[in-house]
């Protein structure tokens, strides 16, 4: 595999200045679908770990989760006027416009499934998208978010990113070196056929890692200022982390107030 570019610390988030999670967030993690757990962003790099963990948590709590790039992905399988603006855009590795990205997200926050709570996988990913979203999150005046960092190390990611496999009907993501599905290339849950994406190509991957650590590292610095930010360890077994994430979900409403 090709040399990518190497800005070490960057990527595992987690580690890197986050505000560890206190010790009273330890306590038992509650049964999740009575609880107002308001909005919760996952910040990561690209196979950090972002979508499978958001999937668990949507589940757990009953909320939606609202990936970007999974909105943007179904609008260039159907040829949309959105899908054709972002196709190329994201084939190349780089990130579609704020003013497209903002706006999907608007619509999809407005459905009535997001008033208990959601989870943000993949947005914001600029200071301009988190800016927005405070905006926006204001005029709702329901809770702050909670901001979890998922950490990663940049070699773990590269095996991450171009192990991953999922499964085009449910949307369950497997990677072929750590979450290898029962019988080779069929989704466990329905049997189809497992696909790749197209960005996990080398040179897009490449491209992907560039701009998050261009664009999107900055907002650790953004939410730590505002004291929202609670990072989690993404190394660990999927279940470790979900169970890391959990903990600070519930203790998490109360660290993100202290400092409004
Ligand atoms: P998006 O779809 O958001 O991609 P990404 O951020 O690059 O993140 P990934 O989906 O690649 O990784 P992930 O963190 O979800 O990891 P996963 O759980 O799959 O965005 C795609 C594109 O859309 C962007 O490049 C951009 O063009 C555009 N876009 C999207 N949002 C945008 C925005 N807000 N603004 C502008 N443009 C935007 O896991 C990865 C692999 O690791 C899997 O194989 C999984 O099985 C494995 N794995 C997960 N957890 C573990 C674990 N604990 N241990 C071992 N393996 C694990
Ligand atoms: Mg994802």
């Not at 990561?44 to 668990?56: F, H, N, R, V, Y």
């Not at 989704?187 to 999107?216: F, P």
């Amino acid at each position: 595999m090709r040399a990518l570019p190497r800005a070490a610390g960057a990527f595992a988030a987690g580690g890197c200045g986050v505000k560890p999670m206190p010790s009273s967030m330890a306590n038992e993690v509650m049964s999740g679908r009575n609880i107002a757990v308001g909005p919760i962003i996952l910040l990561g790099a690209p196979g950090a770990g972002k979508g499978t963990q958001a999937k668990l948590v949507a589940e757990h709590y009953g909320i939606p989760h609202i990936s970007t790039g999974d909105i943007l992905r179904d609008n260039v399988s159907r040829g949309t006027q959105l899908g054709k603006q972002a196709k190329a855009v994201m084939e190349r590795g780089e990130l579609v416009p704020d003013d497209l990205v903002n706006s999907m997200v608007v619509d999809r926050l407005g459905q009535p499934d997001s008033r208990r709570g959601f989870i943000l996988d993949g947005f914001p990913r600029t200071v301009a998208q988190a800016e927005w979203l405070d905006g926006e999150l204001n005029g709702r005046q329901g809770r702050p978010p909670i901001v979890i960092s998922v950490g990663v190390r940049y070699n773990q990611l590269l095996q991450r990113l171009t192990g991953r496999r999922s499964c085009p009907v449910d949307g369950k993501i497997y990677n072929i070196y750590f979450q290898p599905p029962q019988k080779e290339g069929v989704c466990d849950l329905c049997g189809t056929a497992l696909v790749q994406r197209k960005d996990d190509k080398e040179e897009v991957i490449s491209e992907r890692l560039r701009s998050y650590q261009r664009q999107t590292v900055p907002l650790v610095d953004y939410y730590r200022q505002q004291g929202r930010l609670l990072g989690v360890n993404g190394e660990l077994p999927v279940e470790q982390v979900m169970a890391e994430i959990f903990r600070a979900i519930e203790g998490g409403a109360t660290a993100a107030g202290t400092n409004d």
